[in-house]
């Protein structure tokens, strides 16, 4: 498995060491609490920064609030070493902050973006693509988060309906931007997502006790080192 493996919402050290042994190539760390989660998932300054200095091969991304004091969470993100942020809610911030993060290198994770089953594929990233001079690392999708069965639904369901989101569709977006899948991973059904899904960079799971609101994909902790085996060969 050469694509991209990236581990979101770690909250101890113990965690990334698990995560980075499988084959995570990016670790999350939670700065600020995500309104999308009803859990405690979010970790000081102090233990972010022990989380990125246990990792040997895995990077360190800053899941942090850019809205209100976006150069505190500039501050911050340097001060655990992280050379990507990920803004909450898919958040695009003002230039002068993308300009200071280009100046202190570092890059900006788009996450937070849904792919409904009704969408026409162009609209999916229409409110990046008018934007200029990004900072993107990469696009994170969560795809069909309406249903927990994201993949069957994609996979069996979409096919008999022409003005659906179809696998194809992604696979097209995905060659023109650098696109990370958040979908509803199991043991099961990685390997085969990870195939239909060719042209995206990598995949992304996050980790979490209870959300909010049912339109996100989210898994436990046990299961996302289960996924993690199943796409090492292990599961």
Same mark, same amino acid.
């Given at each position: *498995?050469?694509?991209?493996?990236?581990?979101?919402?770690?909250?101890?050290?113990?965690?990334?060491?698990?995560?980075?042994?499988?084959?995570?190539?990016?670790i999350?760390?939670?700065l @600020?609490p995500?309104?999308? +989660?009803?859990?405690?998932?979010?970790?000081a *300054?102090?233990?972010?920064?022990?989380?990125?200095a246990s990792?040997?091969? !895995?990077?360190?991304? #800053? *899941?942090?609030?850019?809205?209100?004091?976006? +150069?505190?969470?500039?501050?911050?993100?340097?001060a655990?070493?992280? &050379?990507?942020v990920q803004?909450?809610?898919?958040a695009?911030?003002?230039?002068?902050v993308? #300009?200071?993060?280009?100046e202190?290198?570092?890059?900006?994770?788009?996450?937070g973006?849904?792919?409904?089953?009704?969408?026409d594929?162009?609209?999916? $990233?229409?409110?990046?693509?008018?934007?200029?001079d990004?900072q #993107? !690392?990469? +696009?994170?999708?969560d /795809?069909?988060?309406?249903y927990?069965?994201?993949?069957q639904?994609l996979?069996?369901?979409s096919?008999?309906? @022409?003005?659906?989101?179809?696998?194809?569709?992604?696979n097209?977006?995905?060659?023109?931007h650098?696109? /990370?899948?958040?979908l509803?991973?199991?043991?099961?059904?990685?390997a085969?997502?990870? !195939?239909?899904?060719p042209?995206f960079?990598?995949?992304? $799971?996050?980790?979490?006790?209870? !959300?909010?609101? #049912?339109?996100?994909h +989210?898994?436990?902790?046990?299961?996302?080192?289960?996924?993690?085996r199943?796409?090492?060969g &292990?599961?």
């Amino acid at each position: *498995m050469n694509k991209l493996i990236k581990v979101d919402r770690v909250c101890s050290v113990d965690e990334a060491k698990a995560v980075e042994e499988l084959g995570a190539g990016l670790i999350g760390v939670p700065l @600020d609490p995500d309104p999308r +989660f009803a859990d405690r998932r979010t970790v000081a *300054m102090e233990l972010a920064a022990e989380i990125g200095a246990s990792l040997r091969t !895995a990077g360190l991304v #800053a *899941m942090l609030d850019l809205r209100e004091d976006p +150069f505190d969470g500039i501050r911050r993100a340097r001060a655990i070493g992280a &050379r990507l942020v990920q803004p909450l809610g898919g958040a695009i911030p003002e230039p002068q902050v993308r #300009a200071a993060l280009r100046e202190a290198g570092i890059s900006i994770v788009y996450a937070g973006i849904e792919a409904a089953h009704d969408d026409d594929p162009a609209w999916i $990233l229409s409110r990046y693509t008018t934007v200029d001079d990004l900072q #993107a !690392a990469f +696009f994170q999708v969560d /795809v069909l988060p309406e249903y927990r069965n994201a993949w069957q639904v994609l996979r069996d369901e979409s096919p008999a309906y @022409d003005d659906e989101l179809q696998i194809d569709d992604l696979n097209q977006l995905a060659r023109g931007h650098d696109l /990370v899948a958040v979908l509803d991973y199991t043991p099961q059904n990685v390997a085969q997502i990870v !195939a239909a899904l060719p042209a995206f960079r990598g995949v992304a $799971l996050t980790l979490a006790d209870h !959300a909010t609101r #049912a339109d996100v994909h +989210f898994t436990g902790y046990a299961q996302a080192l289960e996924v993690l085996r199943a796409l090492r060969g &292990r599961g």
